[in-house]
């Protein structure tokens, strides 16, 4: 039987027992039905990972005794930056469960003129949360040690215009290089944007270029805003990753 794997808020190295967090004591006390003295393994995002027993179950209350650690470093050598529209329904958090099971280290969800998505500054708190608890279940299930970051919402406009050095990428159907044709990556990694429902419009896709993003094609099909992600992700790191 696998042993379920728990994220901890808070750093675990030092410590010889802990306090699991409201949701950890959810799903194991509520949905695993686990009893004292059966194993975990915790990680806190520190890459490292920690062997653990449960030592009392109550209520409101589990009380895991930690009985050894280790570094393990399942991360993906290149990081991907993805800067994704927001999509409506479920497809939203769809995209970034798998793009945190194939590596994906940072998202930021985008408005841009086509994003038929509305969302109040209340609403847009409890969306973030949302998407980070979907992002920590997401390395709980595939085995990640370090939690992806979720950004605050930005306007695609301010996100394209960030310095870094990574190389900023573009889907686009009439684009002259694919993904394997790119001619390298640099060591900071890749800034990936994917588009709306709707796409870019044609002013966002100028100030695309002028920002110095590259355009790449995925194939001769216009593929939908959650399979583009994804498809672009997968052949990233096929070519540059760990895939």
């Given at each position: 039987?696998?042993?379920?794997?728990?994220?901890?808020?808070?750093?675990?190295?030092?410590?010889?027992?802990?306090?699991?967090?409201?949701?950890?004591?959810n799903h194991?006390?509520?949905?695993?039905?686990?009893?004292?003295?059966?194993?975990?393994?915790?990680?806190?995002?520190?890459?490292?990972?920690?062997?653990?027993?449960?030592?009392?179950?109550?209520?409101?209350?589990?009380?895991?005794?930690?009985?050894?650690?280790?570094?393990?470093?399942?991360?993906?050598?290149?990081?991907?930056?993805?800067?994704?529209?927001i999509s409506?329904?479920?497809?939203?958090?769809?995209?970034?469960?798998?793009?945190?099971?194939?590596?994906?280290?940072?998202?930021?969800?985008?408005?841009?003129?086509?994003?038929?998505?509305?969302?109040?500054?209340?609403?847009?708190?409890?969306?973030?949360?949302?998407?980070?608890?979907?992002?920590?279940?997401?390395?709980?299930?595939?085995?990640?040690?370090?939690?992806?970051?979720?950004?605050?919402?930005?306007?695609?406009?301010?996100?394209?215009?960030?310095?870094?050095?990574?190389?900023?990428?573009?889907?686009?159907?009439?684009?002259?290089?694919?993904?394997?044709?790119?001619?390298?990556i640099p060591?900071?990694?890749?800034?990936?944007?994917?588009?709306?429902?709707?796409?870019?419009?044609?002013?966002?896709?100028?100030?695309?270029?002028?920002?110095?993003?590259?355009?790449?094609?995925?194939?001769?099909?216009?593929?939908?805003?959650?399979?583009?992600?994804?498809?672009?992700?997968?052949?990233?790191?096929?070519?540059?990753?760990?895939?």
């Amino acid at each position: 039987m696998r042993i379920p794997r728990i994220y901890h808020p808070s750093p675990l190295a030092g410590l010889d027992s802990c306090l699991l967090s409201e949701d950890a004591i959810n799903h194991v006390g509520r949905v695993l039905r686990m009893k004292e003295g059966e194993q975990i393994i915790l990680f806190d995002g520190s890459n490292h990972i920690f062997h653990a027993r449960l030592q009392a179950i109550e209520k409101k209350q589990i009380i895991a005794k930690i009985e050894s650690s280790e570094l393990d470093d399942r991360e993906s050598p290149l990081a991907i930056h993805l800067g994704q529209v927001i999509s409506r329904g479920d497809r939203m958090e769809f995209t970034i469960q798998k793009s945190v099971e194939l590596g994906v280290k940072t998202i930021t969800p985008l408005w841009s003129e086509r994003c038929g998505v509305k969302l109040n500054d209340e609403r847009q708190d409890k969306k973030l949360q949302q998407w980070q608890k979907i992002a920590i279940a997401a390395c709980e299930q595939c085995g990640r040690n370090e939690i992806p970051e979720i950004r605050p919402m930005m306007k695609l406009t301010d996100w394209c215009k960030e310095q870094d050095n990574m190389l900023k990428l573009n889907l686009h159907p009439r684009a002259k290089y694919t993904i394997r044709q790119l001619p390298h990556i640099p060591p900071e990694g890749v800034r990936l944007l994917i588009g709306s429902e709707g796409g870019l419009s044609a002013e966002e896709i100028q100030m695309t270029e002028k920002e110095g993003f590259t355009e790449v094609l995925l194939g001769k099909r216009v593929l939908r805003t959650e399979t583009a992600s994804l498809a672009a992700i997968t052949a990233l790191q096929v070519c540059f990753g760990d895939i």
